[in-house]
């Protein structure tokens, strides 16, 4: 793989992890009732749709293993953040699946 190309994904790579990240902080933090208008949840729509296009960035850029574990964590994410969990599901445990076999896959193509 050339250098610029792994620049290039290491980039989004930073990116998608970065705002993974500010999407799983959001998730710990959702509050049991909010309002389309309340702040928690305008911030975290903006976060939650910067990381759709980080996902589907990874689609274009990455091979289809890599892609299928982003989404997978996407998923996990967009589901925690979005409508919450059952009670007595932990976020970290929910999350912890899908964010390693990510950074597995990612870091074997980057090999």
Request: glycine content about 2%; charged content about 30%; hydrophobic content about 40%.
């Amino acid at each position: 793989m050339s250098q610029a190309r792994r620049a290039e994904r290491l980039a989004l790579l930073e990116r998608f992890i970065e705002v993974s990240a500010e999407a799983e902080r959001a998730a710990y933090s959702r509050p049991a009732d909010h309002e389309h208008t309340d702040p928690w949840f305008l911030t975290t729509s903006e976060a939650m749709n910067r990381l759709w296009v980080a996902e589907r960035l990874v689609r274009v850029q990455f091979p289809l293993p890599v892609h299928q574990a982003a989404r997978a964590h996407f998923l996990d994410l967009n589901r925690t953040v979005r409508e919450g969990l059952p009670e007595g599901e932990s976020v970290r445990d929910h999350l912890e699946a899908n964010r390693p076999a990510f950074l597995d896959a990612a870091r074997e193509t980057l090999e």
